[in-house]
């Protein structure tokens, strides 16, 4: 199958009907994040690949009234394997000279589907301590270069629940992370309410088990993120 018709096939999903345009999506007047501005750091899932470049960034940039700041590309690993990866992009499209209110980045799955080392979480906090070859090592630098940058809030999300122990693994790895670093977790794999839908709904939602279309984005992942996420800057207020 070619690329053209990967793209047409995109197109015509039930998912990425106009109904669902993010078109449609109201602002939320009163929140802690209008008028300011949010990055997110990503692969496939970050950048909207069976969504036509709409995903998790635009959703809650459009919802909270915030500007988005997104360096997203498809098949790339929070491991450090080529410069398209994470953490080159990090250092590279992401100004540092500029101040950020939230900074959010994607937990991949494609360092599940690749394999790649999981790594621990160490006891340092020095930047060029961690070993980026690792998945705990990469994400432990991610953490620590956003802090030390921009000083705002920092939270990865991940995906809906699907069939991968690799990426219950990370999971498991996260949560780790979370306690050490204090940051938030925008959770969409742990949640049984969230993830018991009907087939039909996920046919819908998802174009595979790892991808959201435009309606997955707008109507299922979005409106939990943006809870989650809302009652955590509250709680971290607090």
């Given at each position: 199958?070619?690329?053209?018709?990967?793209?047409?096939?995109?197109?015509e999903?039930?998912?990425?009907?106009?109904?669902?345009?993010?078109?449609?999506?109201?602002p939320?007047?009163?929140n802690?994040?209008?008028?300011?501005?949010?990055?997110?750091?990503?692969?496939s899932?970050a950048?909207?690949?069976?969504?036509?470049?709409?995903?998790?960034?635009?959703?809650?940039?459009?919802?909270?009234?915030?500007?988005?700041?997104?360096?997203?590309?498809?098949?790339?690993?929070?491991?450090?394997?080529?410069?398209?990866?994470?953490?080159?992009?990090l250092?590279?499209?992401?100004?540092?000279?500029q101040?950020?209110?939230l900074?959010?980045?994607?937990?991949?799955?494609?360092?599940?589907?690749?394999?790649?080392?999981?790594?621990s979480?160490s006891?340092?906090t020095?930047?060029?301590?961690?070993?980026?070859?690792t998945i705990?090592?990469?994400?432990?630098h991610?953490?620590?270069?956003?802090?030390?940058?921009?000083?705002?809030?920092?939270?990865?999300f991940?995906?809906?629940r699907?069939?991968?122990?690799?990426?219950?693994q990370?999971?498991?790895?996260?949560?780790?992370v979370r306690?050490?670093?204090?940051?938030?977790?925008?959770?969409?794999?742990?949640?049984?309410a969230f993830?018991?839908?009907?087939?039909?709904?996920?046919?819908?939602y998802?174009?595979?088990?790892?991808?959201?279309?435009?309606?997955g984005?707008?109507?299922?992942?979005?409106?939990?993120?943006?809870r989650?996420?809302?009652?955590?800057?509250?709680?971290?207020?607090a």
């Open positions: 199958m070619t690329q053209e018709e990967i793209e047409r096939l995109i197109a999903a039930p998912g990425n009907a106009a109904a669902y345009s993010f078109d449609t999506i109201e939320l007047e009163e802690p994040l209008a008028r300011g501005r949010m990055a997110i750091l990503g692969s899932v950048y909207g690949a069976a969504s036509m470049g709409l995903a998790v960034g635009e959703y809650l940039s459009r919802r909270l009234g915030c500007e988005l700041v997104k360096s997203a590309v498809s098949g790339t690993t929070l491991v450090t394997l080529d410069d398209s990866c994470y953490i080159p992009r250092h590279a499209e992401i100004p540092n000279d101040p950020l209110d900074f959010v980045c994607q937990l991949s799955t494609n360092d599940a589907t690749k394999g790649l080392p999981l790594g979480v006891d340092a020095d930047l060029k301590a961690f070993d980026t070859s705990a090592g990469a994400i432990e991610i953490v620590c270069y956003a802090r030390q940058t921009w000083d705002c809030p920092i939270a990865f991940t995906g809906s699907y069939d991968s122990e690799p990426y219950a990370m999971y498991e790895l996260l949560l780790k306690d050490k670093w204090k940051i938030g977790i925008l959770d969409l794999w742990a949640p049984k993830n018991d839908i009907s087939d039909e709904l996920r046919s819908l998802m174009l595979d088990p790892i991808h959201p279309s435009r309606a984005y707008r109507d299922w992942w979005g409106p939990e993120q943006e989650q996420l809302l009652a955590w800057l509250s709680d971290s207020k």
